[in-house]
């Protein structure tokens, strides 16, 4: 029901997306191949709660001995202290995501996981190393049939969610939250450098 509704409200953003994208799509590599492919591999999944700046220099000094793996709001955190994620998923239509990304100065390393309703000019950046999976949008759905399926992550419920669904969808092990607070500590939602801390 909540998904309905989020659908029929944002339906034009959705729809205007998934059409800008629609090169993406058919230059996109899907998730399927991945399947079970790094398997008992920990994984960290990084949110950009308030908490993330109480364990960030951690993640740091750790950062070979796991897969990283950003939502979209915690990637100025963490680029800020010179940790490049693995992945960063996107799944917001909103034009407000593209602010999470340095468009000119983004890590040339990390694959970008992306829903085909974020804006275009997300996946735009990330020529080659960019992932996409089956949306639950009707038009999505309508162009899969001819494109070919891509992947599915199941039901998503929020970035940190499809983030979840991905790493148990690659296989990894033990999978770790962290930044997942939304804790208001000091009356903040979010970390130090992200988009909406500033």
Known sequence: TIELKTQSVKSKTFYSNICRNYSNLISTTGITGLKNSLSNIPAIICSAGPSLDKNIQQLKAKRNNFLLISVATALK????????????????????????????????????????????????????????????VNLAQWLQRYMGGKGSLEKIFSVAHAAYQFARFIGCAPIIFIGQDLSFSKNRLHSKHSYYYR
């Open 77 to 136: 955190p963490l680029i800020e202290n010179r940790i490049f994620p693995d992945f960063i998923v996107a799944i917001d239509p909103d034009e407000t995501t593209v602010n999470f990304f340095d468009l000119q100065n983004h890590s040339k390393d990390s694959w970008l996981l992306y829903n085909p309703v974020v804006p275009s000019r997300i996946p735009d950046i990330f020529p080659g190393k960019r992932l996409t999976y089956d949306s639950s």
